[in-house]
């Protein structure tokens, strides 16, 4: 078992330290949390050991995972990985791209190994689907949320839209072309809805559009590409597969037939994958203890969420 230690006992921070301690890869030595009045709550809500100071959780941990506001995400990152720890942040990466370089130099430096929070790749409706997501030319994305004062700290494209950045970035193997958009601020002193369009520099466009101020919760994207249609629920973690495939020529009776007008026929299937049951943030946690000890690169990387946050300013400049 890992040693590992939470820095953050916020809302997060406590699902985090919940998990920790149910995984039978993490053996959970402690955490910490500046704000010494929920830190001294939560160990005696839930018998978590609190650590003095960050250097003191750092000192006795293999794994840091740091769930403390995005503002500090760099300094103790850079603290952990220093000391020659394996780190785990949660989305987004840092504050600003150039800290994420500098965290990513220094981790190779060190030989640690670092993860970063993007939940979305664990999600089952995203992984049942991910390995028959091949070279989609459209993809349309909404991610709508009920307003929360918690996270309006951030732009939405930093709280919200880069969960569905960082999938899409995943899917499409191509530099980005252009990047256009346009976020309005409604409640907050940041931006509460946004929609951006990438185009990428194989011929696929990308539309995406987040809003914390909607009246009801939606997460769901659709990818388009050669002869399939793919949409995923991230919220009700349900997906399905349109595929179309060259028409026998005798179809059954119960067959769907399209007929384009060239005069070739395609008969459309459709496919609902298994969605299994699971907790992605365990499974995040999980399949980075197993990066670790089999020396192999973890699902979301450093240079992954250095480029999931690069692109999002690119966004958030267009406004």
Request: aromatic residues 8%.
């Amino acid at each position: 078992m890992l040693k590992a230690g939470v820095l953050g006992a916020g809302h997060l921070g406590k699902i985090h330290l919940r998990l920790l301690q149910q995984s039978e890869l993490y053996d959970l030595i402690g955490f910490y949390d500046s704000d010494q009045k929920n830190a001294m709550q939560v160990a005696k809500e839930y018998g978590y050991p609190l650590v003095a100071s960050i250097k003191e959780l750092i000192d006795i941990v293999e794994v840091v995972v740091i769930v403390t506001p995005t503002l500090f995400h760099f300094d103790v990152a850079k603290q952990a990985i220093l000391a020659g720890k394996h780190v785990f942040i949660e989305k987004p990466i840092t504050n600003t791209v150039a800290e994420a370089e500098e965290l990513i130099a220094l981790a190779k430096q060190q030989q640690v190994l670092g993860q970063v929070g993007h939940v979305e790749r664990f999600n089952p409706a995203f992984t049942a689907v991910f390995g028959q997501i091949n070279n989609p030319m459209f993809i349309e994305a909404h991610r709508l949320s009920e307003f929360n004062p918690r996270g309006t700290d951030v732009p939405v494209v930093l709280d919200l839209m880069i969960h569905d950045l960082d999938a899409i970035l995943s899917v499409v193997d191509a530099p980005i072309k252009n990047i256009s958009a346009s976020g309005v601020s409604v409640i907050s002193e940041t931006p509460d809805i946004a929609n951006a369009r990438i185009e990428f520099e194989n011929g696929c466009v990308a539309n995406l559009t987040a809003s914390r101020i909607s009246l009801k919760n939606m997460r769901k994207s659709r990818f388009f590409q050669k002869d399939a249609y793919i949409s995923i629920d991230y919220f009700e973690k349900k997906c399905e597969v349109v595929k179309m495939k060259e028409a026998p020529e005798q179809p059954d009776d119960f067959a769907m037939i399209l007929q384009n007008a060239e005069g070739v026929k395609k008969q459309i299937y459709f496919d609902n994958p298994h969605v299994a049951e699971n907790n992605a943030i365990l499974d995040e946690l999980e399949s980075f203890a197993k990066a670790i000890k089999e020396g192999t690169v973890p699902v979301v990387t450093l240079k992954d969420g250095k480029r999931a946050l690069s692109v999002a300013y690119q966004i958030m400049n267009c406004f």
